[in-house]
Antibody
């Protein structure tokens, strides 16, 4: 069945960067699109951006435009989300999800990022 | 992009129906029939329950239904059950290949 498995929790210092991975299986990765969403503790879901795997085209929310880069490695069926210039407000669970029509039907288990000095 | 507006909480008795609203703008909900809804249990990833306003993925109960009027989309849960008590989020395509989520609604089954 479809599955997205994300990398483990991260603890980073302010000003540094983090790169979260999302390994796909059970579907044709090269024909898919993968989005990234985050959720701070007790807060709402927040859309970060997405990548069309086949073309590598990306789109980002304006809020993250300057600090986020989403990439993919088709040889390993893995998508990546890198966030730079980290600050405490970036502490959250980060999810990847596969796009299905105009919804997102398969989600990773989430990766906890803690930004703390 | 501002978050879509949802009521913070809603409640209902078992067997009743509740309708959760999701209000956006002419730039998102009002311009596209591309609203999706997600159910999220505590500590878990969201689960897609409605896409493209009123389409249900395979395996999702037909007690969940969606609709839209103008800038407001709605999720109706019919025949409320104890297992429906959790958080719900709407999401809309917002143009320029971007998306925006709602503020989230906590549903309580009395």
């Amino acid at each position: 069945q479809m599955q997205l498995v994300q990398s483990g929790p991260e603890v980073k210092k302010p000003g540094t960067s983090v790169k979260v991975s999302c390994k796909a299986s059970g579907f044709t990765f090269t024909s898919s699109a993968v989005q990234w969403v985050r959720q701070a503790r007790g807060q709402r879901l927040e859309w970060i951006g997405w990548i069309v795997v086949g073309s590598g085209n990306t789109n980002y929310a304006q809020k993250f435009q300057e600090r986020v880069t989403i990439t993919r490695d088709m040889s390993t069926s893995t998508a990546y989300m890198e966030l730079s210039s980290l600050r405490s407000e970036d502490t959250a669970v980060y999810y990847c999800a596969r796009r299905f029509r105009y919804g997102f039907d398969s989600w990773g288990q989430g990766t906890l990022l803690i930004v703390s000095s | 992009q501002s978050a879509l507006t949802q009521p913070a909480s809603m409640s209902g008795s078992p067997g009743q129906s509740i309708t959760i609203s999701c209000t956006g703008t002419n730039s998102d909900v009002g311009s596209y029939n591309l609203v999706s809804w997600y159910q999220q249990n505590p500590g878990k990833a969201p689960k897609l329950i409605i896409y493209e306003v009123n389409e249900r993925p395979s395996g999702v109960s037909n007690r969940f239904s969606g609709s839209k009027s103008g800038n407001t989309a709605s999720l109706t849960i019919s025949g409320l059950q104890a297992e429906d008590e959790t958080d719900y989020y709407c999401c809309s395509y917002a143009g320029d290949k971007t998306y925006v989520f709602g503020t989230g609604t906590k549903v309580t089954v009395l």
